[in-house]
């Protein structure tokens, strides 16, 4: 069973910058992809960014590109998501994931994969 738990959230001001962490423990499969979704109050949990094991494959969603960088390192089983230029529709609970299966739906990270509690971003002046 993976074991993921996210930190660096909190309250920022519109134009700010955020740095989430996510360490994974457990039984961590060094070919799994990694990746961030969140979930605004009375919306669906959606894909944010997503890496591949080997970290040179990436996938964003519309609404972050060009503003968020995720990132790996794999000796420490730790993925980031460095957020520029926040807006206040990027608030919302963030979630950490991990699934054998590099989809980009979040339906499959859902059924195949292993979740993080959260950690809330509020973006607000």
């Known amino acids: 069973q993976v074991r993921l738990v996210e930190s660096g959230g909190g309250a920022v001001q519109p134009g700010g910058s955020m740095r989430l962490s996510c360490a994974a423990s457990?039984?961590?499969?060094?070919?799994?992809?990694m990746g961030w979704f969140r979930q605004a109050p009375g919306e669906e949990r959606d894909i944010v960014a997503t890496?591949?094991?080997?970290?040179?494959?990436?996938y964003y969603a519309d609404s972050v590109k060009g503003r968020f960088t995720i990132s790996r390192d794999n000796a420490k089983n730790t993925v980031d998501l460095q957020m520029n230029s926040l807006k206040p529709e990027d608030t919302a609970i963030y979630y950490c994931?991990?699934?054998?299966?590099?989809?980009?739906?979040?339906?499959?990270?859902?059924?195949?994969?292993?979740w993080g509690q959260g950690t809330q971003v509020t973006v607000s002046s």
């Open positions: 994931a991990a699934s054998p299966i590099p989809a980009t739906e979040t339906s499959v990270w859902k059924r195949f994969g292993s």
């Open positions: 890496v591949k094991y080997s970290a040179d494959s990436t």
């Open positions: 457990g039984r961590v499969f060094r070919d799994w992809a």
